[in-house]
């Protein structure tokens, strides 16, 4: 096949990147820590930390805890709150020349209203993405985005005073992601991104305490992967023609393409640029790679290319 | 900040510790005392984030020129895995990073406080504090002697060197505040630096505070990334205007602070879900003389 043009560009439902690798939510910084470490002009995007209303302290420390082949975490959203956000982090996130997806997070429906109103009309924002693993305040439930109902409110809402696209980010460990990634899609959603990380607990057995210093926490990191991979074919398979971004346990280019084979249109790299701040660049040359081996254009054209026979038993969603 | 594939030039086991020396020239000719370097593991293993090592020596000159110096405590699988590494190895190290610590511009008399690990980026920090010509006594301290880093370093660097183990096999018996308020009258300290544990910190703090002695701390809190992306290692930090604190990220406005702004009450207690702004809402330290901006060069 002589003369192909290969791109690594993508354009996720309307969130155009150059390649198919975000660096994830919370482990982006805030728009100087890359400098020199990683040519940021060649990352597809970067998502911000979560930003919500009012300002937040965060957690008390230690707010991070290696486990096996992964880490649990709870930094409590520490962040500026979206005013400050909005005047001094996201043009000094703009500035290192990656487009800016923003993540949003509260604890109402009219939280994220405002956050959105907050961040609309505002050039530098390429997406939003809505963080659903928070409390909710309202319904006083553990986690917001576990409830179709909700997920369908929120993302609705956001959807609609929204110029950008917007991407739920689905809460990890729930037992119907498809479900809730329809809720999501079907109220306005440009697409998903899967998962979020699952709630986790690392326990110190000397000082009988928990490691963190919130004590429950959220597991990341390559342990990851697998639970990634089954969330993206069921939800590929459940909604085809949804923009899906893969989160959680990417760290290689071979991680990253068996998301696209499972479903994906980018994936987002988090732990990974926590040890090698140089991941998502790597692992774009390495999904470059891949494409050159297979003699394919563009990642879009090993989307959902993962072969399953036919007889195999429905998954779970096909059965609904 | 540089990010280096450095060959191990040496290890050498030092009592409770191994010490590494690696051909990093870009790194070493950067670090200042009190700036730390971030090693990576090595992949296809379950331990997966980076370590973080204060620097220990950096060599601008000489035979060693271009090496930079760390000191592993084998105490995890990280880094127990770095201390049985072997000369010629390569590792992957990001560094300096951090705020170094600060040279006094009129002040002299230096104390430098040290427990356990602590010690190596204070002997480091004691040779530039001499190359500017100021007077510096030292208080060392450690569970027990193999755990003292390089006691014959601290008497060739020092006026004065008083030695504490909490089982006094060597030195006196004790821990570092044991020795420090006579190390203070002795050496008539004029500035105080410190690395130890945040507890020791915190004791450390109050009585610079009481004795208004200026003073620089290295903090030790746990990390994720090293180089400020994570937002795990954060120190709650009073404002100069009084009008709150900011959680600082000890990777990169730390490891060096000024134990005074510190909130070590709120840092430090065994700690609820979210903690609120303490009742009498956040203390306002005021600069005394010796502690403003000017009072200190980089």
Known sequence: MAGVKRSLAVDVGGLRMVTPVLIASGCAGTGKELAGLVDQHRIGAIVSRTITVASRKGAPTPRIAETASGLVWETGLQNPGMDAFV???????????????????????EEYVRLTSALQGRPEVAAIEINLSLPDDEMDRPILGTHADRVSEIAGAVA???????????????????GLAAAAVRSGATGVTLCGSPPAL????????????????????????????????EVARALPGTPILASGGVRTGVDAVECLLAGAWAV????????????PVEVAQQIARYLKSKNVASPSDVRSRLRVPAATAPTQEARR | MRRARAEILSTRRLGAYTTLTLVAPEIAERAKPG????????????FILRRHFAVHQASRRGGWAGTLEFVVDASGPGTGWLANARAHETLDVIGPLGRPFAYPKKLTNCVLVAEGRGAATIYFLAQ???????????????????????????KRLSQTVAVMTADGSLGGRGGVLDALPEALER?????????????????????????????QVAVEERMGCGYGLCHSCVVPVARKDGSGFDQLRACVDGPVMNPARVLWDRW?????????????????VRDWPGTGEGAWRA
């Open chain 1, 268 to 279: 987002q790299v988090g732990t990974a640029t926590l040890i090698d701040p140089a991941a």
């Open chain 1, 202 to 233: 690392a326990v110190d057995a000397v000082r009988l305490r928990a490691e963190l210093g919130a004590v429950a926490g959220w597991l990341s990191g390559p342990a990851l992967k697998p639970l990634t991979l089954r969330a993206v074919f």
């Open chain 2, 268 to 284: 430090l207690s065994e700690a609820p879900k979210v903690l609120p702004t303490p009742p009498g809402g956040v203390p306002v």
């Open chain 1, 87 to 109: 005047a001094e982090e996201l043009p000094r996130l703009a500035r290192t020349q990656t487009p800016v997806v923003v993540s949003i997070g509260g604890g109402s429906l």
């Open chain 2, 187 to 215: 050496a008539k300290a004029e500035v105080l630096y410190a690395a130890a544990p945040s507890q020791t910190l915190r004791s450390i703090a109050e009585l610079c505070v009481a004795r208004r002695i200026p003073a």
């Open chain 1, 160 to 178: 609609r005073s929204s110029l950008v696209p917007v991407f739920a980010k689905i809460p990890g460990g729930c037992d119907d992601v498809a």
């Open chain 2, 35 to 46: 700036q730390f370097v971030a090693v990576a593991m090595p992949k296809g293993r379950e």
């Open chain 2, 128 to 154: 530039e504090l001499l190359a500017r010509h100021k007077r510096v006594d030292m208080v060392i301290g450690a569970p027990d002697m193999e755990s003292v880093f390089k006691p014959i370093e601290a």
